[in-house]
């Protein structure tokens, strides 16, 4: 079964770049799938961030879209987060997940998840 | 639109049923998926579609959907079902993911 790992500093200085990887194991990273990032502040409810094809086909959370790329290394069947400019707002939980998505039956779920790493951003 | 509203709250006596609602109009055109997250840990799909189980999710959780609201229900609710659950879809253009802002649901 796939499983998804994040890898990267837990440590980030404002207006630093956060760099995130998540490997994934069990399973092809060039499968039928889209693989997201999510990420959850402190207390605070799941935010998505954005999502990725294997063929480098990305959607971004028009609130992110600016600060954000995500990108897939398919030699190393994983795919990575970077977000720029960051501050102490960025603060969170973030997660990888597999996205599962059924276009003609309207259908999108994410499954499984990763454990989640913290990135605490500050001086 | 770009927003699902869920009920920051909800309890719920042991063994009674309990539904927690998820409104959005991209539910109008998407089916909604949820998730349960205890603390500390990942969310886990227990929905999705329109009333589909993942392997090793009791059959006391069920979805269902009408109009522009997506409900989760938890028939003969446990202790262990005391969590966040989030709702999940895609927005009107269907290039985005949306989640709701999360039910917390206290088991009494």
């Known amino acids: 079964q796939v499983q998804l790992q994040e890898s990267g500093p837990g440590l980030v200085k404002p207006s630093g770049t956060l760099s995130l990887t998540c490997a994934v194991s069990?399973?092809?990273?060039?499968?039928?799938?889209?693989w997201s990032w999510v990420r959850q502040p402190p207390g605070k409810g799941l935010e998505w961030i954005g999502e990725?094809?294997?063929?480098?086909?990305?959607n971004y959370n028009p609130s992110l879209k600016s600060r954000v790329t995500i990108s897939v290394d398919k030699s190393k069947n994983q795919f990575s987060l970077k977000l720029s400019s960051v501050t102490a707002a960025d603060t969170a939980v973030y997660y990888c997940?597999?996205?599962?998505?059924?276009?003609?039956?309207?259908?999108?779920?994410?499954?499984?998840w990763g454990q989640g790493t913290l990135v605490t951003v500050s001086s | 639109s770009s927003e699902l509203t869920q009920d920051p709250a909800v309890s719920v006596a042991l063994g009674q049923t309990v539904r927690i609602t998820c409104q959005g109009d991209?539910?109008?055109?998407?089916?909604a998926s949820w998730y349960q997250q205890k603390p500390g840990q990942a969310p886990v799909l227990v929905i999705y579609g329109k009333n589909n189980r993942p392997s090793g999710i009791p059959d006391r959780f069920s979805g269902s959907s009408s109009g522009n609201t997506a409900s989760l229900t938890i028939t003969g609710a446990q202790a262990e079902d005391e969590a966040d659950y989030y709702c999940?879809?895609?927005?009107?253009?269907?290039?985005?993911?949306?989640f709701g802002g999360g039910t917390k649901l206290t088991v009494l």
């Open positions: 991209s539910l109008r055109s998407y089916y």
């Open positions: 999940n879809s895609r927005d009107s253009s269907g290039n985005h993911l949306i």
């Open positions: 997940a597999r996205g599962i998505v059924v276009v003609p039956a309207a259908l999108n779920w994410f499954d499984p």
């Open positions: 990725i094809y294997h063929s480098g086909s990305t």
């Open positions: 069990g399973g092809s990273i060039s499968s039928s799938n889209w």
